[in-house]
């Protein structure tokens, strides 16, 4: 008999721990769209439609770049220039009237924030973009960051990223509950958890060559992202070390593939 009841509750046991292991893997992986979901959609990147779009399809997240014009405004932008203007040196009243290829304004921060509470299912993730003026400039971008989260009352929904170390920490000072991942690669995961940071967001290739970094950050309670990752097999490989997110230009088949699984 009490071998029986052993022989049962080991089963049991058994069934929840795989169950258990099965709900963890499922789904654990979540999806951010960078900058936005433009490559599928034929919407410029960093635009609202591109927010919109990775709303749209329930991305866990969408990330997208934020500059300073020349008089402190923040606008929403990948490179440090837009149709041969420079952003950082040229007054938003002028950058207002750039119109993106789907005929948008080049938005601002506030714009984005705004269209972007107006849900709750895909968090923003906004990368704070290094000065190419001074470091001084860069501080001033992230505390200007910070204080646009709290006027527009996005706190909740917004995730800070930057390859700069400096602009990452001006942010934790700003608010210390702020989510904060750094990107450049080069901290270990002791370095981050010191710091305070809530994870890591490395290149690929960075966690292929120092791979043992996934475990540690692990451990240390770190989350893991990983950009740009846009091929199947390279999705797979980073879903079988279940990083918590995957920075990705095509949502749309990381989604499927996370879904099936
Ligand atoms: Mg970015």
């Avoid at 979540?30 to 900058?35: E, G, S, T, W």
Wanted: glycine share 4%; with cysteine.
């Amino acid at each position: 008999m009490k071998r029986k009841v052993l022989l049962f509750t080991t089963l049991l046991l058994t069934t929840f721990v795989f169950q258990g292991m099965n709900s963890a893997r499922k789904n654990r992986t979540k999806v951010i769209a960078h900058r936005g979901a433009w490559k599928n959609t034929g919407v410029p990147q960093n635009s609202l439609a591109s927010l919109q779009h990775a709303i749209r399809l329930g991305c866990y997240g969408s990330e997208f770049d934020v500059h300073m014009s020349a008089d402190s405004v923040l606008v929403i932008n990948h490179d440090h220039t837009i149709q041969g203007v420079a952003l950082e040196t040229t007054p938003a009243a002028q950058l207002a009237a750039i119109k993106l290829s789907n005929g948008e304004a080049l938005p601002t921060l506030e714009a984005y924030l705004n269209a972007g509470k107006k849900q709750k299912q895909t968090r923003l993730i906004l990368e704070i973009k290094a000065s190419q003026v001074s470091k001084e400039r860069s501080l001033a971008l992230a505390e200007k960051c910070v204080e646009m989260v709290r006027k527009t009352k996005t706190r909740a929904l917004v995730d800070y990223i930057s390859f700069d170390y400096d602009v990452c920490k001006k942010v934790k000072e700003l608010d210390p509950k702020a989510q904060v991942a750094y990107l450049n690669g080069d901290k270990t995961p002791e370095q981050l958890a010191a710091d305070g940071f809530y994870g890591l967001d490395y290149h690929h290739s960075i966690y292929k060559k120092n791979e043992n970094w996934i475990k540690e950050a692990q451990q240390k309670g770190l989350t893991l992202n990983v950009w740009t990752v846009n091929d199947q097999p390279l999705m797979e490989w980073f879903l079988e070390r279940n990083v918590d997110f995957i920075t990705t230009d095509q949502p749309e088949l990381l989604l499927e593939i996370t879904k099936a699984q």
